[in-house]
Nanobody, 123 residues
Framework: VQLVESGGGLVQAGGSLRLSCQVSGFDDDDYAIAWFRQAPGKEQEEVSCISASDSSTAYAVSVKGRFTISSDNVKNTVFLQMDSLKPEDTAVYSC?????????????????WGQGTQVTVSS
């Protein structure tokens, strides 16, 4: 299994960015993809999850209503659309995969990780 993120960058507060996670190596839909972030000096936070089996989604309270997770099954890519960005959204964002069949939940154990991409929101 391989996960490759792209799409990070620098944006002003109130702006938008879309992150992509190219997923490869799965033979079925028994997995979930999540986006995590970690800012310097802070704990890692799971911000969103999508289930490959039923396409359900879940969001952390901190991003609900501003971030949208989606998938393109043809391209095997998961996206994180981030709108109304705030300086506190600044972090390294990583996508991860869990081997699981079920709805999206912010509690799975993730076995595979991408390399991460930096998102910086200026005030």
């Amino acid at each position: 299994v391989q996960l490759v993120e792209s799409g990070g960058g620098l944006v002003q507060a109130g702006g938008s960015l879309r992150l992509s996670c190219q997923v490869s190596g799965f033979d079925d839909d028994d997995y979930a993809i999540a986006w995590f972030r970690q800012a310097p000096g802070k704990e890692q936070e799971e911000v969103s999850c999508i289930s490959a089996s039923d396409s359900s989604t879940a969001y952390a309270v901190s991003v609900k209503g501003r971030f949208t997770i989606s998938s393109d099954n043809v391209k095997n890519t998961v996206f994180l659309q981030m709108d109304s960005l705030k300086p506190e959204d600044t972090a390294v964002y990583s996508c991860a995969a869990a081997i699981v069949r079920g709805p999206a939940l912010l509690r799975y154990t993730y076995d595979y990780w991408g390399q991460g991409t930096q998102v910086t929101v200026s005030s």
